[in-house]
């Protein structure tokens, strides 16, 4: 295709109006973030100076809260359990068994009846009679009042447990605790300490020893402090936390706000009314013949150059990771049916759970981060022609020896931390313990640079010559935004977003509100803004480039989806930050925005759906396997995320007793393997037979099985787990609270199902094992030579 055909098609007045529209959208949503930013710093929970008893003793100090916090980080408590809800569901969520203990032993303060031991004594309420020290908690039970007295004075003492609890103002320096509240957490201080330095293996729990005495009961702190948060009033609000009354625990008067309820229905109606429209835009814009002039600059085998013969490597180390991940949570799924040992072996000690974890979660940055990295590196020198800048092929093997020490050194740091052999440095080479930015600062720096560089190379393989760049640059500023642009313009997106997972940067932020909102902006604006804009970038280049779609129609159809993803994606941050502290603002805002996100991904499935039958008309084509790959992308983002993420857990009143449970386990891996490890699969397919060249064998045979193997996998996870576990705890939230369906009392009732995953993680597994082979076949295969 000429240039001048390329720049006609370049001018369609559509896309023209549609590149403005994104940039404004873009600038809105992230100048709206800023704002949001500063009001969530300004509305996040206030860290008094200290606790203190009416006699003005001191029970908890501002100072040993937020050491706690380090505490915290620094055993991985988020990857045994959660603390608001956010991380493992595997233990107890600290912040809402504490919340429920406050509430039992303040009441029997109050009832003077602090020689019955807990739990006799039972509360009016199920959940209050939950999670003793002893770890195990025992089943719910509601003893009745033998007399009518009996049920007023009980009644009586709960209201003013409930007054006392919501009462407590953290707006002041120095909090004065009623008495009954200042002797429930003094109780609750010894508890929690000598549950984190107790051996409780019908719990999987040993003992978090990176915590000496003091760090464990300034941590306890901590988790009191989060309960406290979760029940005390904010100023001028009687009826709203600074959780918004998260979690739900009627026993000390947590019920849902109207604000909750009311951004319910009126994101419901929002929700319809944006679906009509966008099905009008696809209608009227994107639904056309494609008469438009096709490209087919991929469709041509090219010889290879240097750097992409160096990605190959890249390709195995992906699937390597990808089966050590699968191994880590094969253990972990076990773990949830037999705490004590891995079939008879202790595994407890060496391999405990939040190192699972921690690997587990980080495993997918890796090896999708790695597959996109490497097809990316690869197919950008397609793109340009075949050329590339010189020295591109060293640069891209330092990358991988940099990426791989800097991956091998962050896993190692992970558990030497959690193991305590890393103290004094646990923040900077240890555990950071964040969920998903485990790795300690020092790698995350290097990380970050890692990505940078990524994006650098890109950069210079798309444009590998001083007449390409210019050219580039010139399209770039005259308003000729190509696709080209585009993917570049998603590396550096990637890049920059992980850069505010390290605010602050030298040190650990002492409100665990801003540090998790913070951890959001690279976990959400990661997969739902930067993933979903490579994703669609890229999946739109290769149908154009493959001559599949005209370059006029692919471009209009990016740029309306990534507005809707920049609409959606960036305020629907505020989906992960209804309960963990942050304004009220954030209700309305995460789900309203946020269910925008499904908008773009019915998008893709519809044009899936007409791509998919456009290729079964074509005679030969030879990139079926990993357009196979990219379908899945589509079906499982619609779905995995779209339907499960959108669907089920979004809507705030939902989302209020959802949240913390096993649907959210559904939701991610569905989404976070199914759109995005599916599509660096596919990419890395797409490498593999272009590198073959033409006419080659190319056997698709195992690379479909292992695909199907996937698909079949999830969806047994889904029939035979996650859903029979996850409907049932969503339930047990709303029946009994949120402590006790996170509660072993509860996940003894799901162990038949928790065996069952089992089944899935063989057929899953047989297709990672099938698909590394295939890979290992496939790059020992001389590619048919060509002329460079
Ligand atoms: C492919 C895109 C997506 C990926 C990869 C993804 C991934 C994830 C992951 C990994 C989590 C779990 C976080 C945790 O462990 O706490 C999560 C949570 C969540 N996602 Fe997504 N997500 C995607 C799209 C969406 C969309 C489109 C929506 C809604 C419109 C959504 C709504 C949510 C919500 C509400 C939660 C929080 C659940 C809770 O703990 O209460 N996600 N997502
Ligand atoms: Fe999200």
Not at 33 to 42: F, Q
Not at 106 to 113: C, H, R
Not at 565 to 584: A, E, K, N, R
Not at 631 to 650: C, D, E, I, K
Request: hydrophobic share 50%.
């Amino acid at each position: 295709m000429s240039d001048a055909e390329l720049a006609q098609s370049s001018v369609d007045p559509v896309s023209n109006v549609l590149k403005w529209l994104l940039l404004v959208v873009a600038i809105l949503c992230f100048g709206m973030m800023i704002w949001a930013t500063v009001e969530t710093y300004d509305e996040a929970p206030p860290h008094p100076q200290a606790f203190v008893d009416r006699s003005g003793n001191v029970v908890m100090s501002g100072d040993d809260i937020v050491a706690g916090k380090g505490g915290f980080q620094k055993a991985d408590l988020m990857d045994y359990g959660s603390i608001y809800g956010m991380g493992s569901y595997f233990g107890e969520d600290y912040t809402a068994s504490a919340l429920v203990r406050l509430g039992v032993l303040t009441k029997q303060a109050l009832t003077n009846s602090a020689a019955t031991p807990p739990n006799t004594k039972a509360p009016g309420n199920k959940s209050l009679a939950v999670t003793g020290p002893g770890g195990t908690p025992p089943l719910p039970t509601t003893a009745p009042a033998s007399s009518i007295p009996e049920a007023f004075a009980d009644a009586a003492a709960t209201a003013t447990m409930q007054k006392q609890l919501q009462g407590i103002d953290l707006t002041q320096q120095r909090v004065v605790l009623p008495d009954a509240v200042a002797q429930a957490v003094r109780g609750l201080q010894g508890e929690l300490t000598t549950k984190l330095s107790t051996v409780n293996l019908s719990a999987g729990w040993v003992p978090a020893k990176s915590l000496n005495p003091e760090l464990r009961m300034q941590t306890a702190d901590f988790i009191i402090y989060s309960a406290f948060t979760t029940v005390a009033r904010r100023p001028n609000h009687p009826n709203t936390s600074w959780t918004e009354n998260w979690p739900f625990e009627p026993s000390v008067g947590n019920t849902p706000t109207t604000n909750t309820f009311q951004w319910t229905w009126i994101s419901f109606c929002f929700t319809f009314f944006a679906m009509g429209f966008v099905l009008w835009l696809y209608r009227a814009y994107l639904d056309h013949p494609d008469d438009a002039p096709m490209e087919r600059g991929l469709a041509v085998y090219r010889a290879l150059t240097p750097s992409q013969k160096k990605t190959g490597k890249y390709f195995l180390v992906v699937a390597l990771v990808f089966l050590a991940s699968q191994g880590a949570g094969a253990i972990m799924a076990h773990s949830y049916y037999e705490r004590e040992t891995f079939y008879g072996i202790q595994l407890n000690y060496i391999l405990p759970f939040n190192f699972l974890r921690s690997f587990h979660l980080q495993a997918p940055i890796i090896w999708i981060g790695l597959g996109w990295i490497a097809s990316g590196l690869f197919i950008a020198p397609a793109i340009a022609g075949g050329r590339e800048a010189k020295g591109q092929g060293f640069l891209v093997d330092l990358l991988f020896w940099v990426s791989l020490f800097v991956v091998g050194a962050a896993l190692l740091g992970n558990y030497l931390g959690i193991q305590g052999v890393i103290d004094k440095g646990w923040f900077w080479f240890g555990n950071q313990g964040l969920s998903y930015i485990q790795l300690g600062r020092f790698w995350q720096i290097l990380f970050f640079v890692a990505l940078l560089s990524w994006s650098g190379l890109m950069f210079r393989a798309l444009w590998p010559s001083r007449d390409t760049l210019v050219e580039a640059t010139r399209q770039f500023w005259t308003g000729a935004i190509r696709l080209e642009h585009l993917i570049w313009a998603a590396t550096i997106n990637v890049a920059v977003l992980y850069a505010f997972g390290m605010i602050p940067l030298t040190g650990i932020e002492k409100s665990f509100t801003i540090t998790d909102f913070w951890r959001w902006w690279v976990v959400h604006l990661w997969v739902e803004q930067s993933f979903e804009f490579f994703a669609v970038a890229m999946s739109a280049y290769l149908l154009m480039s493959l001559g599949l779609v005209s370059r006029k129609l692919a471009e209009r159809s990016v740029y309306l989806e990534l507005i809707l993803i920049f609409l959606g994606g960036v305020l629907g941050t505020g989906h992960h930050l209804y309960w963990g502290g942050g304004p009220g603002m954030w209700v309305p805002l995460g789900s309203m925005f946020s269910f925008i996100e499904v908008l773009p991904l019915v998008l893709l499935i519809l044009e899936a759906i007409s791509q998919h039958r456009l290729i079964k008309s074509q005679a030969v084509f030879d990139y079926s396997l990993a357009y196979l790959y990219l379908l899945g992308s589509a079906f499982w983002n619609f779905v995995g995320a779209g339907v499960f993420g959108g669907g089920t857990l979004n809507a705030p009143l939902v989302n209020y007793y959802e949240h913390g449970t096993f649907l959210t386990l559904n939701h991610a891996h569905t989404s976070l393997f199914g759109a995005f490890g599916l599509l660096a699969l596919g990419l890395i397919y797409f490498c593999l037979r272009y590198r073959a060249g033409p006419n080659a064998k190319f056997d698709e045979r195992w690379g479909r099985i292992a695909f199907w193997c996937y698909n079949i996998g999830l969806a047994m996870w889904i029939f035979l787990h996650f859903f029979p576990i996850g409907w049932p705890q969503l339930n047990a939230v709303y029946e009994h609270g949120f402590a006790w369906a996170r509660s072993q009392a509860f996940y003894n009732t799901t162990l038949f199902w928790q065996w069952m995953r089992l089944p899935g993680d063989v057929v899953f597994s047989i297709g990672g094992l099938l698909m590394a082979w295939d890979f290992i076949v496939k790059l020992r295969q001389r590619p048919v030579e060509l002329k460079a």
